[in-house]
């Protein structure tokens, strides 16, 4: 104890005034929860782009940090060299406090779990409970959001075609990726700013995902550490990693010496979003707060133009030169299994084959990327008509629109692995673990009393209450299959579908 209380004095003590005489761009000071940090040449690689970190400079920003971020993060991404001291005793409140991004209403007005009877009542209940910001990041989409839409409408698209009189009372969901056996197909989509929904973030989906026998997809940019995220699965549970690749050749090599040690099962590099998109919803909300905050205080300074707000000045912590050479060199530099993430049209799925990678993501960022761009299963139906060597020696996964388990089935039986699922994790996250957990048919065992979450969660689940995976294995029932083996396209009728797919003559001079 002598020797911390030693530590603790010898540690420089820093006034909110010389703080606030540090804002140049050649000399960049921010307090993070009572740590004094030089975060000078921050800005430009800040993931959420440079606005927010130039509005704190010079200042204390643990209220908008921790909105968002674990207390441990700082610590992770900022050298040690980096820290200057800590504020001075009288400096810090204890009672800071935080951007509003816990809507009281999560406290007050969410329903118990087992009155949620599927997906579309969970974003119900999200747009009703969920504050502004949080609400308009996770259902918000580019421009009109046509793709967002028809990422849904199109698994309507699709009928079943139930085979009858087939023995199956037993039934099975497992499925085979890269080796490792999971008892369901059902993934998350990786996002960023999961905190917005609940405070346990990462945490809480790393958990329920295990426990429900799937595995987490770790986001570059998580509200956790990626080390806290692997922490809270089992020991030696396979996961897999989201990679954005950075412009900046420092970053990039750091993230590449993390991956080397953590060995994730496969890095996802997300090649879909070069550049940010038009997303009107962030936009418009952020407008609103920027006139409250002029009107209130001192002119703030922000960024004008297309990188104008979070929703896409973001957009510099990605490298939009991203290209198939840069891939490769990246499987090769790490020998790690690599996917691509954002597979949008037969000829990439053919492309990310040529070099060798051991899987595709289809994917075109839940509409969030270009709007009006196919949706992701007429692109899965795509590739089984052109290509369908892919689906055979590629391992092929899903996103954008699965909101039914007979959606899942629909994706299995045209060629793909497994599905993942975006925004339904983010609407469970408010309730935490547990709303992982339920919608993934996993139940959950309360914890002790005093953790925090259990003030806010509901009554423990039972059997009967829980969603995806039941839904699951009733369609395959219902279509006469007791494994996901046994799915094929011959339990569909996909002829609407394949009236929109790219016609076989001008298809082949592309590829």
């Given at each position: 104890?002598?020797?911390l209380?030693?530590?603790d004095?010898?540690?420089?003590k820093i006034?909110?005034e010389e703080l606030?005489q540090h804002v140049?761009?050649?000399?960049t000071?921010m307090?993070?929860?009572g740590t004094?940090?030089?975060?000078t040449?921050?800005?430009e690689?800040h993931?959420g782009g440079?606005?927010?970190?130039?509005?704190?400079?010079?200042?204390?920003?643990s209220?908008?940090?921790?909105s968002?971020?674990?207390?441990k993060?700082?610590?992770k991404n900022f050298e040690?060299?980096?820290?200057?001291?800590?504020l001075?005793?009288?400096?810090?409140d204890?009672?800071l406090?935080?951007?509003?991004?816990r809507n009281?209403?999560?406290?007050?007005?969410?329903?118990?779990?087992?009155e949620?009877?599927?997906?579309n009542d969970?974003?119900?209940?999200?747009e009703?409970?969920l504050?502004e910001r949080?609400?308009?990041?996770?259902?918000?989409a580019?421009n009109?959001g046509f793709?967002?839409?028809d990422?849904?409408?199109?698994y309507r698209?699709?009928?079943?075609?139930?085979?009858?009189?087939?023995?199956v009372?037993?039934?099975?969901t497992?499925t085979k990726?890269?080796d490792?056996?999971?008892d369901?197909?059902?993934?998350?989509?990786p996002a960023s700013?999961?905190?917005?929904?609940h405070?346990?973030?990462?945490?809480?989906?790393a958990?329920g995902l295990?426990?429900?026998g799937s595995?987490i997809?770790?986001?570059?940019?998580?509200?956790?550490?990626t080390?806290e995220i692997?922490?809270a699965?089992?020991?030696d549970?396979p996961?897999y990693?989201?990679?954005?690749?950075?412009?900046?050749?420092?970053?990039?090599?750091?993230?590449i010496d993390?991956?080397c040690?953590i060995?994730?099962?496969a890095i996802m590099?997300t090649?879909?979003?070069p550049?940010?998109s038009?997303?009107?919803?962030?936009?418009?909300y952020e407008?609103?707060?920027?006139?409250?905050?002029?009107a209130?205080?001192?002119?703030?300074?922000?960024?004008?133009?297309?990188k104008g707000?979070?929703?896409r000045?973001?957009?510099?912590?990605?490298d939009p030169?991203?290209?198939?050479?840069?891939?490769?060199c990246?499987?090769?530099?790490?020998?790690?299994?690599?996917?691509?993430?954002g597979i949008q049209?037969?000829?990439?799925a053919?492309?990310?084959?040529?070099?060798?990678?051991?899987?595709?993501?289809?994917s075109?960022h839940g509409?969030?990327?270009?709007d009006?761009?196919q949706p992701?299963?007429?692109?899965?139906?795509?590739?089984?008509?052109?290509c369908p060597?892919i689906l055979?020696?590629?391992?092929?996964?899903?996103d954008?629109?699965v909101?039914?388990?007979?959606d899942?089935l629909?994706?299995i039986?045209?060629?793909?692995?497994g599905?993942?699922?975006?925004?339904p994790f983010?609407?469970?996250?408010?309730?935490?673990e547990?709303?992982v957990r339920?919608i993934m048919?996993?139940e959950?065992k309360?914890?002790?009393?005093?953790f925090?979450f259990?003030?806010?969660?509901?009554?423990r689940?039972?059997?009967?209450?829980?969603?995806?995976?039941?839904?699951?294995?009733?369609a395959m029932?219902?279509?006469?299959?007791?494994s996901?083996?046994?799915?094929?396209?011959g339990?569909?009728n996909t002829?609407?579908?394949?009236?929109?797919?790219?016609t076989?003559g001008?298809l082949?001079?592309?590829l």
């Amino acid at each position: 104890m002598r020797l911390l209380a030693e530590l603790d004095m010898a540690e420089r003590k820093i006034t909110l005034e010389e703080l606030s005489q540090h804002v140049k761009d050649t000399d960049t000071w921010m307090a993070i929860n009572g740590t004094v940090w030089d975060i000078t040449g921050f800005a430009e690689l800040h993931p959420g782009g440079p606005d927010i970190i130039q509005e704190y400079s010079g200042g204390d920003a643990s209220g908008p940090y921790n909105s968002v971020h674990s207390l441990k993060l700082a610590e992770k991404n900022f050298e040690a060299s980096q820290k200057i001291g800590v504020l001075e005793a009288k400096c810090v409140d204890d009672k800071l406090p935080t951007e509003n991004t816990r809507n009281p209403r999560l406290e007050t007005d969410l329903p118990d779990l087992d009155e949620i009877i599927n997906l579309n009542d969970l974003e119900v209940v999200a747009e009703k409970c969920l504050n502004e910001r949080s609400w308009a990041y996770f259902s918000g989409a580019s421009n009109d959001g046509f793709t967002k839409l028809d990422n849904s409408e199109y698994y309507r698209k699709i009928l079943l075609r139930p085979r009858v009189a087939r023995a199956v009372q037993d039934v099975n969901t497992r499925t085979k990726i890269l080796d490792d056996v999971y008892d369901t197909p059902i993934f998350n989509a990786p996002a960023s700013l999961m905190m917005l929904a609940h405070p346990d973030a990462e945490m809480a989906l790393a958990k329920g995902l295990a426990a429900s026998g799937s595995t987490i997809i770790i986001p570059t940019l998580s509200s956790f550490s990626t080390e806290e995220i692997i922490e809270a699965l089992p020991a030696d549970h396979p996961f897999y990693f989201q990679l954005y690749v950075s412009p900046n050749e420092a970053a990039l090599e750091k993230m590449i010496d993390t991956l080397c040690k953590i060995r994730p099962k496969a890095i996802m590099i997300t090649a879909d979003l070069p550049i940010f998109s038009k997303r009107e919803a962030n936009e418009r909300y952020e407008k609103r707060i920027a006139k409250q905050k002029l009107a209130s205080g001192p002119k703030v300074t922000t960024a004008t133009g297309k990188k104008g707000g979070q929703a896409r000045s973001a957009g510099v912590s990605i490298d939009p030169n991203l290209c198939w050479s840069n891939i490769k060199c990246l499987k090769e530099r790490t020998g790690i299994p690599i996917f691509i993430k954002g597979i949008q049209c037969a000829e990439d799925a053919m492309q990310a084959w040529k070099i060798g990678c051991k899987g595709i993501y289809i994917s075109n960022h839940g509409g969030r990327a270009a709007d009006t761009a196919q949706p992701t299963i007429l692109t899965l139906a795509e590739i089984r008509l052109h290509c369908p060597f892919i689906l055979e020696e590629m391992e092929v996964i899903i996103d954008g629109g699965v909101r039914r388990g007979s959606d899942v089935l629909k994706a299995i039986c045209l060629g793909a692995k497994g599905v993942c699922l975006g925004r339904p994790f983010f609407y469970a996250l408010m309730y935490g673990e547990e709303g992982v957990r339920y919608i993934m048919q996993c139940e959950f065992k309360r914890p002790p009393a005093h953790f925090y979450f259990v003030q806010v969660f509901k009554p423990r689940l039972t059997a009967e209450l829980l969603v995806l995976k039941d839904e699951l294995e009733t369609a395959m029932q219902l279509c006469g299959i007791t494994s996901l083996s046994e799915a094929h396209i011959g339990l569909l009728n996909t002829k609407a579908l394949y009236r929109d797919v790219e016609t076989p003559g001008s298809l082949p001079s592309k590829l």
